[in-house]
């Protein structure tokens, strides 16, 4: 990929984010977004060879429009600062969880698991959690996981690496005030990432250092995806 452009790019854009410097530089974004979608090719690839379950993704069904929806934002710029690809099994849209590529300036990263899960099926995977929380603790305290990734609650959008996006202030209702693992059923999701260097992209040596942090973090994105995929 060639990052150190792409970066260069948004740089740019983050200064002149509008219609009349975009149109001017159109040729520059689109070549740029060549350039990262062809490398998306690429990690669909590498990431089947341990993942099966993404093989039959496209490109066109990893990546987003480029252009912003403000209708319910403050912010009315029109285009992204970044150029991200969420490369799951059922598509971009699924609550199934898949592995997530980012490239903005200042906050390259990796990620894996899920953002977003309703009421229901967040309960249930606090179930699930309970009754096999070895298995689980397995695969989200080992010295790998929590090197990479770090532990639940620890972190923030924007940290240089976390597990779980947002959590609950107290216990989930219905649930065991006193519970000895009471952090992981206050996670609202099951995601977990980690930022990497803004050249960490370029070039095409990166794929086997992406497999490697995927597949840390596949077996707790797997235990999650067997109860959310009851409900899709």
Same mark, same amino acid.
């Given at each position: 990929?060639?990052? @150190?452009?792409?970066?260069?790019?948004?740089?740019?854009?983050? @200064?002149?984010?509008?219609?009349?410097?975009?149109?001017?530089?159109?040729?520059?974004?689109?070549?740029?977004? !060549?350039?990262?979608?062809?490398?998306?090719? @690429?990690?669909?690839?590498?990431?089947?060879?341990?993942?099966?379950?993404?093989?039959?993704?496209?490109?066109?069904?990893?990546?987003?429009?480029?252009?912003?929806?403000?209708?319910?934002?403050?912010?009315?710029?029109?285009?992204?600062?970044?150029?991200?690809? =969420?490369?799951?099994?059922?598509?971009?849209?699924?609550?199934?969880?898949? =592995? =997530?590529?980012?490239?903005?300036?200042?906050?390259?990263?990796?990620?894996?698991?899920?953002?977003?899960?309703?009421?229901?099926?967040?309960?249930?995977?606090?179930?699930?959690?309970?009754?096999?929380?070895?298995?689980?603790?397995?695969?989200?305290?080992?010295?790998?996981?929590? !090197?990479?990734?770090?532990?639940?609650?620890?972190?923030?959008?924007?940290? !240089?690496?976390?597990?779980?996006?947002?959590?609950?202030?107290?216990?989930?209702?219905?649930?065991?005030?006193?519970? #000895?693992?009471? #952090?992981?059923?206050?996670?609202?999701?099951?995601?977990?990432?980690?930022?990497?260097?803004?050249?960490?992209?370029?070039?095409?040596?990166?794929?086997?250092?992406?497999?490697?942090?995927?597949?840390?973090?596949?077996?707790?994105?797997?235990?999650?995806?067997?109860?959310?995929?009851? =409900?899709?």
């Amino acid at each position: 990929m060639q990052s @150190k452009r792409i970066i260069s790019f948004l740089r740019e854009l983050s @200064k002149n984010n509008n219609r009349e410097w975009f149109y001017e530089n159109k040729p520059e974004y689109l070549a740029c977004r !060549k350039s990262f979608e062809d490398d998306i090719a @690429k990690a669909i690839v590498h990431i089947s060879e341990f993942d099966s379950s993404i093989s039959h993704i496209t490109v066109k069904d990893s990546t987003y429009r480029f252009n912003r929806d403000t209708r319910f934002s403050q912010d009315k710029s029109p285009y992204k600062n970044h150029l991200g690809a =969420y490369i799951a099994a059922h598509g971009k849209k699924a609550m199934h969880g898949g =592995y =997530y590529i980012h490239v903005e300036p200042g906050y390259c990263m990796l990620s894996c698991g899920n953002y977003w899960l309703p009421t229901n099926v967040l309960t249930a995977c606090r179930n699930e959690i309970m009754a096999n929380i070895d298995e689980w603790r397995e695969c989200v305290e080992n010295k790998h996981f929590k !090197k990479l990734f770090g532990e639940p609650g620890k972190s923030t959008w924007g940290d !240089k690496k976390g597990f779980g996006l947002e959590h609950l202030k107290s216990c989930p209702t219905g649930f065991p005030r006193d519970y #000895e693992f009471i #952090e992981y059923l206050r996670m609202k999701n099951y995601c977990c990432w980690t930022t990497v260097d803004e050249d960490f992209f370029e070039g095409d040596r990166w794929f086997d250092k992406m497999k490697e942090i995927f597949k840390v973090g596949k077996p707790m994105m797997d235990f999650i995806n067997n109860v959310i995929d009851d =409900y899709e």
